[in-house]
DNA sequence: ACGGACATGTAATCGGTTACATGATTAC
DNA sequence: GTAATCATGTAACCGATTACATGTCCGT
């Protein structure tokens, strides 16, 4: 139940409408916690009903802007603090590699190929996005960077992995394998 | 969708009942792709119902064994070589880390060094169980190995990060962050 | 005889995705 | 006037999780 966890971390550092956090998390959380529209709405109307947040005014065309409560500034630090992080995490790429056994040595070395590639251009498309990105000292900034950083060596991490595993196919030969 | 594949990539090995699937799913794709007992006889259902696989033969106590078709394994194939692999990934690791800014520092520096400690903790985990892993140069072997070195580099990587985090936040001196 | 493993299923609930639906305000 | 943007909501569906429910076979 993290996207709850995403909307209070977004209003703590301000009020702010659905309209608005769904602006906020296309720019700053669409890589680590995306969401939809339809989610963030009912979930808003869950958080103030749980009294987590309230609405703090309302605009023009029905706009309720929401701001954070006590009660949701103290559940969000907790969570942040003392729920320990999901620790197995589903990779439909990792299953591929398990059944490669299944496909020509060749489709399996393209496989990882392609891989290489895609994490190499995940790993330039953050390099250009960290140049764009607040270089301030400020607290977003500090853990943005924080968080960017673990892109950048999460993909670079990626693409040297797939360059040995092509290699690695490459040794057992070519042929078909099984069946 | 990627059950349906993970079931049809085991069944490609052999046949083997929904409770033989089952077993398989705890040992060798927990770390990718977790599936409970319900989901698995449920999915099998649907299987066999689109002709991906059949019922091979049947055993005491109601055991249905299924076998994989022609359908099921081009379905297989297709699914490993040419579907992209889903390129975001949710972390709700790395939204706590958007967030540590609601904590003070000390707090953040802690969950870092958490962090780093959880991931050596898994590297080591890996490292035994890699030992206990079949060495051969048959095909599961290899692919099973090459599954296993990203787990072994991810998670060096994640700690490496997590180390410099903590020194990163440490730059930012003491004392409390925001509100 | 009995306990543990074998074996299959259903039901309720939840979080997430996609699509649909509607309307107000503002800038040009 | 009108198009773009602002703004909120509902409904259907899907995959995954948890809990419940039931019964059989095998080894000792």
Redo the contacts with the bound molecule.
């Keep these: ?3 709850r966890h995403a909307l209070l971390g977004l209003l703590a550092q301000g009020p702010a ?4 956090l ?2 906020l998390f296309e720019i700053s959380l669409a890589n680590v916690w ?6 963030v ?5 869950r958080l103030a009903e749980a009294g987590l947040i309230k609405v703090s005014a309302e ?7 929401y701001a954070i409560e006590e009660g949701g500034l103290a559940e969000l630090r907790h969570w942040v603090t003392e729920v320990e992080p999901t620790a197995i995490r ?1 990779s439909d790429m990792l299953l591929r590699v398990f059944f490669l056994g299944q496909v020509h040595r060749e489709q399996a070395r393209a496989f990882m190929r392609r891989r290489a590639e895609a994490s190499g251009e995940l790993h330039e498309r953050l390099k250009s996005l960290q140049d764009i990105v607040a270089r301030g000292d400020d607290d977003l900034s500090v853990y943005g960077r924080i968080a960017m950083e673990w892109g950048l060596r999460f993909s670079a991490m990626q693409r040297e992995w797939a360059e040995w595993a092509e290699n690695e196919i490459a040794r057992g030969q070519e042929g078909r394998i099984s069946s």
Tied chains: 1, 2.
Excluded: C, H, I
């Excluded at 409408?17 to 608005?20: N, V």
């Excluded at 995306?34 to 989610?39: D, E, G, I, R, V």
């Excluded at 709405?41 to 109307?45: D, R």
């Design positions: 139940m993290s996207l409408s659905g309209y608005d769904m602006k995306p969401a939809t529209q339809s989610q709405y009912a979930e808003l109307g605009g023009p065309r029905g706009r309720k802007e589903r």
